[in-house]
């Protein structure tokens, strides 16, 4: 009996009473802002604003070049898609500049290659960039989301008061809900008070939203992917045990192929995004990417962590006191782990690492060990596993999978 009850809490999960059956693993796909933000000047950057033209490109990459193939499917519009005015009848008009057809059009035209589309809204009055809000049109607005066929909507909390969160958000959810049309809800709940988590209810926001951004938007640098890192790892132990299938925390999106990110970074950000079981939306150019972005971006290996059916969050399970190297494990459907050795500090030369099956809490004295990021089958481990790690942000990743005849 007892027995029974513990293998039944073990699989309760907080369910989402938005009850439209998606993301039952993290989504993939690529979304506009990190990359081209608010950029609406099509006249003189017709190849870099936010048009029809840009959200189509992207789609045929994703479509033609692989990515859809590994599992990326969203193609998401961010903010600065509106006029700054609603229409006459009060409705919410694309500008015609940047969609001369439309976004049903672009909706259809998306569609047709197998994938999603999904767009921005906000609670507040006005979105963080200055177009109209939702508040007061909460209906109309996403009823008129659900008739252009949209499959997923972000929805910010720029121009209102965090209090009103609790009822705004989830007034939207049950909008959609009625609208009939499986919408994917992410909500930017938590992220306005993201210092104080113990002011934000998770539970609530699990019921609500399939995912929910946690904390501070991510910037085209190292820094600020160390810095979501961080967060993750000091909060993972509260957060985790809200992700699973339905729902799941969002530490923002990947900027592999950007700016900011050297190799050794890009593998980092790609293994602990799917460690953290996040949402997996690129925000870069498919147009320029080299080689090797391409090869992290669709490292299957990699993206089957991020995917993995059980859907249990990753934390971190050890940091050195002076933060220079820590340890990430993530118990995975198949009776393994994903783990992650990741080394933070900037000084000097390559060194190897101990990480004890122990400190990874795995509960094994053997392992067969397989590298993620090389494909590489290393063996049978005894105790731990021992790798060399450069500086700036590196890490390795590896699949470690129990020997259970010693037990
Ligand atoms: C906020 C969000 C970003 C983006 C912008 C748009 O900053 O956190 O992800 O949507 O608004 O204005």
């Known amino acids: 009996m007892i027995l029974l009850g513990l293998l039944l809490l073990g699989t309760l999960h907080i369910s989402t009473a938005l009850d439209n059956g998606l993301a039952r693993t993290p989504p993939m796909g690529w979304l506009n802002w990190e990359r081209y933000r608010c950029n609406t000047d099509c006249k003189n950057d017709p190849y870099n604003c936010i048009s029809a033209d840009l959200f189509l490109e992207m789609a045929k990459l994703m479509k033609y070049e692989g990515y ?14 509106m006029l700054r005015d609603r229409g006459a009848d009060g409705k919410l008009v694309s500008n015609p500049e940047l969609f001369p057809e439309g976004i049903p059009a672009l909706a259809d035209a ?60 989830p007034a939207v959810g049950a909008a959609l809900n009625a609208t009939g049309r499986p919408v994917l809800y992410s909500c930017e709940w938590p ?34 992917v160390e810095r979501i890192i961080e967060w993750f790892g000091d909060n993972a132990g509260n957060l985790a045990s809200y992700a699973g299938p339905g729902n799941w925390n969002d530490p923002d999106m990947l900027i592999i192929g950007d700016y900011g990110l050297s190799f050794e970074q890009s593998e980092t950000q790609m293994a602990m995004w799917a460690m953290m079981a996040a949402p997996l939306y690129m925000s870069n150019d498919l147009r320029t990417l080299r080689q090797w972005q391409k090869d992290i971006l669709m490292n299957q290996e990699v993206i089957a962590v991020d995917q993995d059916p059980m859907g ?14 820590e340890y990430w494990s993530r118990e995975l459907a198949d009776g393994s782990y994903a783990v992650v050795m990741y080394r933070r500090d900037s000084s000097g030369l390559p060194k190897p690492y101990t990480a004890t099956f122990k400190q990874l809490l795995i509960k094994t004295k053997t392992a067969h060990v397989r590298d993620l990021f090389t494909h590489l089958d290393l063996g049978v481990y005894t105790d731990g596993i021992t790798a060399t790690l450069p500086p700036s942000g590196s890490c390795k990743m590896f699949k470690v999978t129990p020997i259970k005849s010693q037990f």
């Not at 859809?68 to 998401?76: K, L, T």
């Open 110 to 169: 998306i569609h047709s290659m197998g994938l999603k589309i999904g767009i921005y809204e906000d609670y507040g009055t006005k979105t963080c960039g200055g177009y109209p809000g939702t508040k007061d049109h909460i209906e109309d607005d996403v009823n008129l989301f659900a008739s252009w066929g949209i499959d997923s909507l972000k929805l910010d909390g720029c121009y209102c008061n965090a209090s009103e969160f609790s009822t705004g958000f």
């Open 312 to 325: 249990k969050q990753g934390v971190r399970v050890y940091q050195d006191a002076k933060k220079k190297h």
């Open 68 to 81: 859809a193939d590994v599992g990326y499917e969203y193609i998401n519009i961010d903010d600065c898609w």
């Open 191 to 224: 992220l306005y008070e993201y210092r104080e988590t113990d002011k934000i209810p998770y539970a609530e926001i699990a019921e609500t939203c399939n995912l929910w951004r946690n904390t501070e938007d991510v910037q085209d640098s190292w820094a600020s």
